[in-house]
């Protein structure tokens, strides 16, 4: 798989955003995960388990000059839909594009695989940033967990339609 490589101009830094494709990558990601979304909220390490989803999935990372700065993990939930599960920026890398990088990239590689359409549950701290990148709210229920309600957190049901490739 071919790297995608951003350059924001302010930092003059090289992100560069592919697959994860080791072990390693792996267990980058998980403690990225864990560190930016979970540990804040008192979660265990091993909480990622809990929120696994059935299905092929697939796991972009973001590096700048080598060290992991963001990832997202997304898993197919049927023929032609993804599930978008878990999106992180490192604190300090946050503002600079990279999210948005991400899915871009993730964009890239399932349209030609036949997906119409990613759907997320969002935190309503990220409803704004899905909806720059033209995500919609969707009726769907949202789960309800009282530990991220203890800490001001409700999520949101969205969805974009990818477009076909010409």
Not at 9 to 31: G, H, R, V
Not at 40 to 47: I, T, Y
Not at 130 to 154: M, R, S
Request: proline share 5%; glycine share 6%; with cysteine.
């Amino acid at each position: 798989m071919r790297a995608y490589l951003v350059q924001y101009t302010a930092q003059m830094s090289q992100i560069t955003i592919q697959s994860a494709s080791s072990p390693n990558d792996a267990a980058e990601l998980d403690e990225l995960l864990w560190r930016t979304l979970w540990q804040p909220l008192g979660l265990p390490r091993n909480v990622r388990d809990q929120f696994k989803l059935e299905g092929d999935s697939l796991e972009l990372l973001a590096r700048e000059n080598g060290r992991l700065i963001g990832g997202l993990v997304a898993v197919w939930t049927s023929d032609t839909q993804l599930e978008l599960r878990h999106l992180a920026v490192e604190p300090q890398s946050q503002n600079h594009g990279i999210a948005r990088q991400l899915i871009d990239h993730l964009i890239e590689i399932v349209r030609p695989k036949g997906c119409r359409r990613i759907h997320t549950i969002a935190r309503n701290t990220s409803i704004a940033f899905f909806k720059k990148l033209g995500f919609t709210n969707t009726p769907d229920a949202v789960p309800d967990h009282p530990l991220f309600k203890k800490h001001g957190i409700t999520f949101q049901h969205m969805e974009k339609f990818i477009e076909v490739a010409l």
